[in-house]
Every structure is written in structure tokens, then in C-alpha cells.
């Protein structure tokens, strides 16, 4: 995933009207996106991966040896 990666609609109206927001850009915030229908602006902000669907995902996950 890029650290600009468009969101598809707004958190706060739906309105899919989404423009970048080239205001107070924050190093490591990630980038605003403005909505023209309700005038807000936003972040949309990735912060990780729950460690529990790791370890879940890693246990449902068959190993070689299993299918042999």
C-alpha cells in the first residue's frame, strides 16, 4: 500500500466528491483528503496488523508436512 492511497468515500458524509488536501502536511500522518460535499478534511492513517489474526492466520495456514 503507497502512503497516498486514495480512500473511495468520505468517513463522515459518503460522498465519493474526495480531493487531496494540500494544507499542513505532518511528516508520518499520513496526507488529508478534502470533501467537497460536507467540507470537512480528513486522514486516513494505516497502523498495523493485529498480532491475533497473525497467529491465527499462521495456524490455519497447512504446512508441508501436514499434506504429505
Given at each position: 500500500m503507497s502512503e497516498r492511497a486514495a480512500p473511495y468515500y468520505c468517513p463522515y458524509c459518503g460522498d465519493?466528491?474526495?480531493e487531496p488536501h494540500e494544507g499542513d502536511g505532518e511528516?508520518?500522518?499520513g496526507y488529508a483528503w478534502a470533501c467537497a460535499s460536507c467540507?470537512?478534511?480528513f486522514?486516513?492513517?494505516?497502523?498495523g496488523l493485529r498480532a491475533a489474526a497473525i497467529a491465527e492466520a499462521g495456524r490455519a495456514t497447512p504446512t508441508l508436512e501436514e499434506n504429505a
Amino acid at each position: 500500500m503507497s502512503e497516498r492511497a486514495a480512500p473511495y468515500y468520505c468517513p463522515y458524509c459518503g460522498d465519493e466528491d474526495l480531493e487531496p488536501h494540500e494544507g499542513d502536511g505532518e511528516k508520518g500522518s499520513g496526507y488529508a483528503w478534502a470533501c467537497a460535499s460536507c467540507a470537512r478534511v480528513f486522514r486516513v492513517k494505516f497502523v498495523g496488523l493485529r498480532a491475533a489474526a497473525i497467529a491465527e492466520a499462521g495456524r490455519a495456514t497447512p504446512t508441508l508436512e501436514e499434506n504429505a
